[in-house]
Nanobody, 126 residues
Framework: VQLQASGGGLVQAGHSLRLTCTAS????????LAWFRQAPGKEREFVGALRRSGGTAYSTSSLKGRFTISRDNAKATGYLQMNSLKPEDTAVYYCALAPQSTIVSEMYGARAYHIWGQGTQVTVSS
């Protein structure tokens, strides 16, 4: 399966964006979906993950309440809704897939994810 992230752009602080992760085939539904981001000069950062059933979501506490991950397995598509954006949210955002068997403690690390999209740039101006 291949992934393509889209929906990034330039927005003002306080505004919203929705990123989309489109998979090439329905095997998407068998994986845990995650979003990561990487700002210039910084390491790739976990944003959040969602099991294939969509029932359990994991995210960093600093983003909870502003960012929401969802998925539509029938469309082989994942989403990252970002609200109340801040300049520090500026980064390249990546979607990624990990085996459903990945344990929770490993889900927060990039190494668990074997399939990655190409990234989409999000720039938030103040």
């Amino acid at each position: 399966v291949q992934l393509q992230a889209s929906g990034g752009g330039l927005v003002q602080a306080g505004h919203s964006l929705r990123l989309t992760c489109t998979a090439s085939d329905q095997s998407f539904s068998a994986y845990t979906l995650a979003w990561f981001r990487q700002a210039p000069g910084k390491e790739r950062e976990f944003v959040g993950a969602l099991r294939r059933s969509g029932g359990t979501a994991y995210s960093t506490s600093s983003l909870k309440g502003r960012f929401t991950i969802s998925r539509d397995n029938a469309k082989a598509t994942g989403y990252l809704q970002m609200n109340s954006l801040k300049p520090e949210d500026t980064a390249v955002y990546y979607c990624a897939l990990a085996p459903q068997s990945t344990i929770v403690s490993e889900m927060y690390g990039a190494r668990a994810y074997h399939i990655w999209g190409q990234g989409t740039q999000v720039t938030v101006s103040s």
